[in-house]
């Protein structure tokens, strides 16, 4: 196992996950005192391993099909499009 990558990836998905829709729901429902915590916990860990199996198996195909610098170019654009969005809408 590359200990680097394992390491920029978790620390990248990491901080994203910080703070957004996805840990809040997930506080929700933990704050509710009769949702097991466990279950909140179990559920909310297996969603994001399914949604980031899912962002493995499509960059796995995609990238049969696009180069490499292609692809950090739309994800880059990506997500400028999505900051200049959420600054517009605001």
Known sequence: MDLKLFATVFASVFVAELGDKTQLATVLFASEGHHPKLTVFLGAASALVATSAIGVLAGAL?????NERVLH??????????????????
Do not use: Y
């Open 62 to 66: 995609i990238s049969d099909s696009l």
């Open 73 to 90: 170019w739309a994800a880059g654009l990506g997500f400028i499009a999505i900051g200049a969005w959420v600054l517009w809408r605001s």
